[in-house]
């Protein structure tokens, strides 16, 4: 019954998971009403709220419009459950930007199989990852992502390298231009920002401790579950998917390298982890075992949502 509300894409269901969204959003919000106290912070709460679900269907066009789920709308549904793992993501404005960022710069990434302006989309995709460098350094790594899609699609011509690091001149420019207004140093700002922390020692109670490994739990069962299915995908999207299982290892790593570090960090998994989870679910199997995945899915989300409020 579940599966079948999300099997297919209407307004009714774009609207039901924007209502959800707001929801979950205000019912976090108003545990501290502090932002209502200036026009200000409103204004930034309710910005946070549009660049979410500007996220949430970021990356549910990637997914249709590349082929790598159907006229559904478990891609939009899976992001809004993840993003209820961890709460506290709800009002961390940087890593809300620089994942936002990140989604523009994957959407112009995957859809370079079609070869169609492929040096404006490399040098797009490069521009918004080192946009969201500046919001939070390590997401930096994604440029990886650039030069693996450049492999898979346009090695040949030597000019789709240089694309990048034309792309990171351009953005040093604006970074140096807004250093001298704001009076700040862009080497202190590399300097405070690019460290590393392996531990895994931030944990402030238990159910962020659980949040943490259920999370990581779903995400082995789904990128198992894709790693498995990958063969029967057809060819022609065989390169679409390395690349959106490449984007989550990559958000692992920011994670694992990050130094301050928190649950927060995994949100760069979730717009890959809810593509694979689509690719799962659409899957042809028995209507019951999808009804007990995703409902169990349900269930883990709402737990951790209203045990770290």
């Known amino acids: 019954m579940i599966t079948s509300v999300f099997r297919k894409s209407t307004p009714l269901n774009l609207l039901l998971v924007v209502i959800l969204m707001l929801v979950f959003f205000l019912v976090y919000q108003f545990q501290d009403f ?13 910005g946070l709220l549009l660049l979410l679900l500007g996220s949430i269907f970021i990356t549910n066009f990637v997914a249709k419009k590349n082929g790598l789920s159907k006229d559904s709308c478990y891609t939009i549904f899976f992001y809004f459950l993840f993003l209820l793992f961890f709460p506290s993501v709800l009002n961390n404005t940087n890593l809300i930007v620089s994942n936002f960022f990140i989604l523009l710069a994957l959407r112009r990434l995957i859809s370079l199989q079609s070869l169609k302006a492929s ?3 490399i040098f797009d995709a490069s521009l918004w990852i080192f946009m969201a460098s500046l919001f939070h350094f390590w997401s930096i790594l994604y440029i990886v992502l650039v030069f693996i899609s450049i492999i898979f699609h346009v090695a040949k011509d030597y000019r789709n390298w240089v694309l990048p690091f034309i792309a990171l001149l351009s953005v040093g420019i604006i970074a140096m231009v807004f250093s001298i207004i704001l009076d700040t140093s862009i080497i202190q700002f590399v300097k405070t920002h690019a460290t590393i922390n392996f531990k895994l020692d931030y944990f402030t109670n238990n159910y962020q401790n659980g949040a943490f490994s259920i999370y990581i ?9 894709m790693f498995a299915s990958l063969s029967n995908k057809p060819l022609l999207l065989h390169s679409s998917y390395k690349k959106i299982v490449a984007s989550f290892f990559i958000g692992i790593l920011i994670f694992i390298i990050s130094a301050n570090k928190s649950n927060d960090l ?14 799962h679910i659409e899957t042809k199997q028995i209507q019951l075992k999808q009804e007990m995945v995703l409902g169990v899915l349900i269930l883990c ?7 770290q409020l």
């Open 34 to 46: 502090s932002w209502l106290n200036s026009l200000v912070s409103i204004l930034k709460t309710f």
């Open 119 to 121: 040096k404006e989309k």
């Open 217 to 225: 739990t779903v995400a082995l069962f789904f990128v198992i579950s």
């Open 266 to 279: 995994l949100m760069f998994t979730f717009a890959p982890l809810a593509i694979m989870a689509t690719s």
């Open 301 to 307: 989300c709402l737990f951790t949502f209203f045990s």
